[in-house]
């Protein structure tokens, strides 16, 4: 009975928010067009990072308060991942207010995560298992460095794929969908679905963005909960299937760092040149753009449900990602 009124309780929450944004948005912060890399016609409020870490907060309380079992994070890794989430957000924030250098960024991200890691040692990612493989590999004294450096990508990947709207709030669906059907936490991200499908109404409208805080914030909830599932639960996702669920995201941030170093660019300094800068440059529809890059990330992932061997998925991910690269480029050059 507890997770029907909960459930309810959240849902109505976030439908006032919903219901309520032309008058709540006016007592937010803004982000205002540049005409460079922020072409919306009119300052957006940049409120949705916000929104889902009160929702974080609230789900977290109320589920510790019913002491609803195997619903959430157990023991210290609950305080570490609160944290982790809120230094993110609050580096993301500055970059939203302030916009912070990419080196500074970059230098903070990493303060966050050396906190975090001093503070609660347990979030280290000490070993990697490979399905196809069946061997798991010890990083041993380099797991701290793996770990900083697996948070560091996933936060840029994440941000780098945001930049259309409802891209990344329909991702991080996606990927909670997949947690609730392995039987990771089910309830929690039931709940944090929630939040995300009304902040995407409202993205979708154009009346709000998640902006780096947001974004950084969905990096720590999702980077914190593969580390959780690796340490808690023997047969959940390897490392590999964690890498096809990300696979779309990381690539193009790959692809996106070697031009930007062959091109003596900041690696980390934002352009136009992302997957869905050039899909919706050929399509001119931001609906179907989305759709293009939310199947590419769900197709690998139908495959390996399906039981297709990982490295097949990864071949053909690859072989899909560089062929739409190599056709849209012809064709934006036409």
Same mark, same amino acid.
């Given at each position: ?77 609950? +305080? ?25 960024? &970059? ?125 808690? +639960? ?93 056709? &849209? ?6």
């Amino acid at each position: 009975m507890n997770i029907f009124f909960l459930t309810l309780f959240i849902f109505i929450i976030n439908l006032v928010f919903y219901l309520k944004f032309n008058l709540i948005s006016k007592f937010t912060f803004f982000d205002n067009p540049d005409g460079k890399l922020k072409r919306h016609s009119k300052p957006t409020s940049l409120i949705g990072g916000l929104v889902i870490l009160i929702n974080l907060y609230l789900i977290i309380f109320l589920l510790k308060f019913f002491e609803i079992e195997n619903s959430i994070f157990e023991n210290q890794f609950i +305080y570490l991942f609160m944290t982790l989430c809120t230094l993110f957000y609050l580096v993301g924030l500055l970059d939203d207010l302030k916009n912070l250098t990419p080196n500074i960024k &970059l230098i903070s991200l990493i303060i966050s995560i050396l906190l975090v890691t001093y503070l609660f040692p347990g979030i280290n990612l000490e070993l990697i298992k490979i399905s196809f493989l069946k061997k798991t590999y010890f990083f041993n004294e380099y797991s701290f460095y793996f770990t900083i450096l697996s948070f560091l990508l996933l936060a840029n990947a994440i941000n780098m794929f945001d930049g259309i709207n409802l891209q990344v709030i329909l991702f991080c669906i996606f990927i909670f969908t997949v947690f609730i059907i392995k039987g990771f936490l089910p309830f929690f991200f039931i709940l944090m679905s929630i939040c995300f499908f009304f902040i995407g109404l409202l993205n979708y409208q154009n009346k709000v963005f998640i902006g780096d805080g947001g974004c950084f914030l969905i990096s720590a909830i999702l980077g914190s909960s593969f580390i959780y599932q690796y340490q808690n +639960y023997s047969n959940f996702l390897f490392g590999d299937e964690i890498f096809i669920i990300l696979f779309i995201p990381a690539i193009d941030m790959l692809r996106l760092f070697i031009l930007r170093i062959v091109n003596k660019k900041n690696p980390f300094k934002g352009d136009l040149n992302h997957l869905h800068h050039k899909v919706n440059h050929y399509v001119k529809n931001k609906s179907l753009t989305i759709f293009i890059t939310i199947s590419l990330s769900v197709f690998p992932c139908f495959l390996m449900f399906l039981g297709l061997k990982t490295y097949y998925i990864l071949v053909l991910n690859l072989i899909i990602y560089t062929s739409l690269i190599l056709f &849209l480029k012809d064709k934006n050059n036409i």
